[in-house]
């Protein structure tokens, strides 16, 4: 079996890594040409992968990247068996020493989150509008997910609105039709700078820049549920998050994109905490585009149609153990 060589940055780490597979032998080297060896063998859904040499002592963060690279080519692949493991550091929440998961490797955030792992403080509720809910986390400024994607061949990632860097390119998007269609946001940029700026102030929101191999492509409104205009409408849970999305870059317009950008976003929101259990989505009702991409995709279901004031919508959710379970990424 033979994979293309493919290039990976994680934001956990500070080094390049450069991954290939000839003849079922599997070459992780990193910008400091630290190198990992592996051969593997492919048994119906289950991988195993035996070390074969490393040039460091601590070859942990070259498995994880092996292991990423494996996984994403491999879509079938349910299961790790790992063979010779007694110099490898797994830091997997638990995992058993030689075998994990394909679901359980894909909800650590140690390579696509701004994070190297979970941290779970103390719940310390508040009310919102006379909502109670938990008591948010700030954001994190600037880049907050990044993953390579295989089916694109390209690296996605996502990073938190600028006003001033992003104005004219938002100004933009929303002035296409078949984005103000839905939006309803075709505005002169004085107005839409003070909607992003009140978007980046509200502690619910998480306003995000989606880009591909650093072309700018699209845009996510992400939330927490039970303080949103959402939550009311359903028995929404503390940690439930939603979002909208749009894409903007007339370039990346395609079944193969927009499959790319929602699940890296339905990742990057589960990997934000291991609390989370579900995400929601409340497109407009006539949305068939939305609706039938849903309906396809793994691990949404179609609950209900509702009314907004302002709109007739349709509540979609995503579950994670349907998401993750479901070999998804």
């Given at each position: 079996m033979n994979i293309k060589e493919v290039q990976y940055s994680p934001l956990s780490s500070s080094f390049t890594f450069k991954a290939s597979l000839e003849n079922n032998t599997a070459?992780?080297?990193?910008?400091?040409?630290?190198?990992?060896?592996?051969?593997?063998?492919?048994?119906?859904?289950?991988?195993?992968?035996?070390?074969?040499?490393?040039?460091?002592?601590?070859?942990?963060?070259?498995?994880?990247?092996?292991?990423?690279?494996?996984?994403g080519h491999l879509p079938e692949i349910k299961s790790v068996k790992i063979v010779n493991s007694h110099n490898l550091l797994l830091p997997l929440y638990g995992f058993e020493k030689d075998s994990f998961s394909r679901m359980e490797f894909f909800q650590i955030p140690s390579l696509w989150h701004h994070t190297?792992?979970?941290?779970?403080?103390?719940?310390?509720?508040?009310?919102?509008?006379?909502?109670?809910?938990?008591?948010r986390t700030a954001p994190h400024e600037g880049m907050v997910y990044k993953r390579y994607v295989p089916q694109l061949e390209k690296t996605v990632t996502f990073r938190r609105l600028q006003v001033e860097k992003d104005l004219d390119t938002f100004h933009e998007w929303h002035n296409q039709f078949r984005v103000y269609h839905f939006w309803e946001l075709n505005k002169p940029k004085e107005e839409l700078k003070?909607?992003?700026?009140?978007g980046l102030k509200d502690p619910h929101q998480f306003p995000m820049i989606v880009e591909i191999d650093n072309e700018l492509v699209g845009y996510y409104e992400m939330y927490w549920?039970?303080?949103d205009r959402l939550g009311p409408y359903y028995e929404s849970e503390a940690f439930d998050r939603g979002f909208h999305f749009l894409i903007g870059n007339k370039k990346f317009l395609g079944y193969t994109n927009t499959d790319s950008i929602v699940k890296s976003g339905l990742h990057f929101l589960y990997l934000d905490d291991p609390r989370t259990r579900r995400i929601m989505a409340e497109p407009r009702s006539d949305n068939q585009k939305v609706l039938k991409y849903a309906e396809a995709s793994i691990g949404w279901t179609k609950l209900k149609e509702f009314d907004f004031p302002h709109k007739r919508a349709a509540l979609l959710e995503n579950k994670r153990e349907v998401f993750f379970g479901g070999n998804a990424l």
């Open positions: 070459v992780v080297r990193n910008n400091l040409d630290h190198v990992l060896t592996t051969s593997i063998e492919v048994n119906e859904t289950t991988l195993t992968i035996k070390i074969i040499d490393s040039s460091v002592k601590d070859f942990t963060e070259l498995f994880l990247i092996t292991t990423e690279y494996l996984l190297t792992e979970f941290s779970v403080k103390p719940e310390k509720w508040i009310e919102t509008n006379g909502r109670a809910h938990p008591q003070e909607y992003m700026e009140k549920v039970p303080e």
